[in-house]
């Protein structure tokens, strides 16, 4: 199991990913440098897994830093939709990262289906990597329903279309601290810090 001390590299170029990762490390007294920060070239996600894609991520940190690396791969995968975008999901917002298109794109994809579900789920996967050595992932989950029109200008992503269960207000209407330990990627790194322990 690689260490969880000292510096770490967030194996990620979204500023709202490395925030989320930096505020779940920082209790641990670990410091988060991200990869962006580092200059770190972002490699190409060609697994078809959350967890594939976020190994891949995690090893090549590591290995271009010489620190240990957690690195995330997540997404928002919509019942109605057979489980889309899924490990798509940054992809369905294009290279100009334009995710008001890829919430236009989940609803126009639903109502072509004239689908009634609009049960949903954020899955995040969390892969701490060791230079040269081996990696570990752990999974979490945050399930809820999509919402249209998207609500809120807080958060990232798709935030502003997904509500979580048990929630009357989207992610993107949530402060960052009410948010946080609700997210698939707290609920990774509750299990990622059981482990260690």
Sequence with gaps: MPRLTGRLV????????????????APLGVEAVSAASLGLPEPEETETTFAGNAALKARAAAAASGLPALADDSGLEVVALDGAPGVYSARWAGPGKDFGAAMRRVRDEMQARKAPDRSA????????????????????????????????????????????????????????????????????????LAAIK
């Design 10 to 25: 967030v194996a990620s170029h979204n500023s709202g990913k490395v925030r989320e990762i930096a505020a779940l490390l």
């Design 121 to 192: 789920r954020f899955v995040c996967a969390l892969a701490l990597a060791e230079p040269g050595g081996g990696v570990d992932v752990f999974e979490g989950e945050a399930r809820g329903q999509i919402v249209w029109p998207p609500r809120g200008d807080k958060g990232f992503g798709y935030d502003p279309m997904f509500e979580p269960e048990g929630y009357a207000r989207t992610f993107g209407e949530m402060s960052h601290d009410e948010k946080l330990p609700l997210t698939h990627r707290a609920r990774a790194f509750e299990k990622l």
